[in-house]
């Protein structure tokens, strides 16, 4: 029997005039990690590159500490806390740290109590659920109890409370009744870390419609500490109207566009948040031009022209422009898939002319920081494999231009 108290997930409304939108957030797991055996430092640091690669987003490690082995007699463990972001169940974690386990070489005794392992992954927290399973506990039973597990935790800096208990990571350490010594031997930086994201002010991920940007903003932010730009398209009433009639609404449409673009990211740029490291949006407000030129006839697109030629020069640009190229007839699949009904009806030949406008005047922007990246083959929500192969090409991008 599965017993699961869930926390509530808040809906995160954005609305000044008619516009909200509710974002789903990953869930925030903490894994504790630990080794006495063969090369403990090693292990470790494999075991979080496997977890990230693999299983979820490593966003936050803490030192590695080395404590004495707890209930048993046995050499000194080394243990870490990570946190990982992650859409997954508690099940579908648990199932895949096992793996993860059994690839560095841990073998499973039958026979009870405690034992040396080479590497140990334990679930100890999953949001503030309280989970009940017959192979699965969560929060971990004894983590009150330890301070190897307590003292990591408390390096993660999160706003956690036990759900059970009511009380912080740090009032469990001062309380509990383990007098073991520990000391911090290393510190390592997380993978998501290891980007430096944070170099940038303002990052832009583009593409056609339904090709992922805003997927891939809104978990580059939630990864990386970003504060997100989302594009207010649900609030606009010409769209409907227009994939119904695009001779008739295309230029009322393109103008309400670029005037709510220009507003919001004056807005949101210009409002510097202390507690968040940059910009991620899902937009830039030239995309305005390269959906104008595809829709426009050519005396609106003129009047079109010279309104946004004004409006640009007060925009800043990106300091990274990350394009996603998707294929047509991915494209068509993806927008099916979200279901927005006045999206159905788009032709292929539109997208066609959507992407070739985006390329083109990619190419005339000689100053821009541009990173292109295929992702027709790619799953980058349900495969953990295709989202470390976005960031480490965004990674790629930084170093080069680090020169």
Not at 29 to 36: E, Q, Y
Not at 63 to 85: M, Q
Request: proline residues 3%.
């Amino acid at each position: 029997m599965l017993h699961v108290h869930k926390k509530i997930e808040k809906v995160n409304y954005k609305s000044k005039n008619v516009c909200y939108f509710a974002t789903m957030k990953q869930h925030q797991v903490i894994l504790s990690l630990g080794s006495n055996q063969g090369n403990r430092l090693t292990t470790i640091k494999a075991c979080i590159e496997l977890i990230h690669k693999e299983i979820a987003v490593v966003v936050k490690v803490s030192k590695i500490y080395e404590a004495p082995a707890w209930g048993f007699e046995s050499e000194p463990f080394y243990n870490a806390a990570i946190l990982i972001h992650t859409s997954k169940s508690a099940q579908k974690i648990l199932k895949q740290v096992l793996k993860v386990e059994k690839s560095l070489g841990r073998v499973r005794s039958k026979d009870s109590g405690y034992q040396a392992r080479i590497i140990d992954v334990d679930i100890i927290a999953f949001d503030e659920e309280i989970i009940e399973t017959e192979n699965l506990q969560i929060p971990h039973p004894l983590l009150q109890n330890r301070k190897f597990v307590l003292q990591p935790m408390l390096d993660l800096g999160l706003n956690w409370e036990h759900p059970m208990l009511k009380k912080s990571v740090a009032q469990l350490l001062v309380q509990t009744d383990d007098e073991s010594e520990i000391k911090a031997v290393h510190a390592i930086v997380s993978p998501i870390e290891k980007l430096s994201l944070q170099q940038f002010n303002y990052i832009a991920i583009e593409g056609n419609i339904g090709a992922g940007k805003t997927t891939l903003a809104s978990k580059l932010a939630e990864d990386c500490n970003a504060k997100l730009i989302l594009e207010r398209f649900a609030d606009n009433p010409f769209l409907p109207k227009f994939y119904k009639d695009q001779s008739r609404y295309a230029f009322p449409l393109e103008m309400s566009f670029l005037a709510d673009r220009y507003q919001q990211l004056s807005d949101d740029l210009a409002q510097f948040d202390l507690f968040k490291d940059f910009v991620v949006a899902d937009y830039h407000i030239f995309k305005s031009l390269i959906f104008a030129k595809v829709t426009l006839q050519e005396d609106e697109f003129r009047l079109y022209k010279t309104m946004f030629d004004i409006i640009h020069k007060e925009m800043p640009k990106p300091d990274l422009y990350v394009y996603l190229y998707q294929n047509t007839d991915r494209l068509l699949v993806n927008i099916k898939k979200r279901g927005r009904s006045y999206e159905q009806d788009i032709p292929a030949d539109y997208l066609e002319k959507i992407n070739h406008g985006y390329l083109d005047y990619i190419k005339t922007q000689t100053d821009l920081n541009v990173l292109i990246i295929d992702v027709s083959g790619l799953d980058f929500v349900k495969k953990q494999e295709d989202y470390v192969f976005l960031l480490n090409e965004i990674n790629i991008k930084i170093t080069l231009a680090r020169g």
